[in-house]
C-alpha cells in the first residue's frame, strides 16, 4: 500500500486569458522529432515547446538498445510494444507491454530488444533538456 501526505494529483482551475498561454505549439508532429531521416526513433527536448519533461519515443529492432549511460534526474520508461532487457545498476529486469520502471538519479543505465518482434518505448525524462553521460 502506498500513503502520501501529498495528494497524487492536484487541481487547479484552467486560465481563461489565452494572451497568457506561452507562445509555443500545441503540436509537435512525429516526423519533425525523428533522430534522423533513416530512425524511427524520436526525441522531443520539453525546453523546445513549453514542457517540463523530455522524452524518446524508441522503435527498435531485435538487438538494438542503448549503451550505458547515467541522468542527473530520474528517467521512466513505459514499454508499448515488444519486450525490453533493463539494466538499472546492478539489477537486470524484463519489462514487456504495459510494465513500467524508473531509473533513479544519477544511476548507470541501458535497455535492448531482445525480442523477436519490434521494441516500442517511451523514455520520459524528468527535465526539460536530455542530459546524458556515457561510459564510453
Not at 5 to 32: F, N, W
Not at 58 to 72: A, F, K
Not at 120 to 134: D, E, G, R
Request: with cysteine.
Amino acid at each position: 500500500m502506498i500513503t502520501s501526505s501529498t495528494p497524487a494529483e492536484i487541481t487547479l482551475a484552467p486560465t481563461t486569458d489565452p494572451a497568457s498561454a506561452p507562445a509555443v505549439p500545441a503540436l509537435v508532429h512525429a516526423d519533425d522529432l525523428l533522430l534522423n531521416p533513416a530512425s524511427r526513433t524520436r526525441r522531443f527536448v520539453g525546453a523546445e515547446h513549453g514542457s517540463g519533461i523530455s522524452y524518446f519515443f524508441v522503435d527498435y529492432e531485435t538487438g538494438q538498445g542503448t549503451d550505458l549511460h547515467w541522468h542527473p534526474y530520474p528517467e521512466t520508461w513505459v514499454v508499448l510494444e515488444g519486450e525490453a532487457s533493463l539494466s538499472i545498476g546492478e539489477r537486470r529486469f524484463t519489462a514487456r507491454v504495459g510494465d513500467t520502471a524508473t531509473v533513479p538519479t544519477g544511476v548507470w543505465h541501458r535497455f535492448t530488444n531482445p525480442g523477436e518482434g519490434r521494441l516500442k518505448m517511451l523514455c520520459i525524462h524528468a527535465s526539460p533538456v536530455i542530459i546524458q553521460t556515457w561510459a564510453d
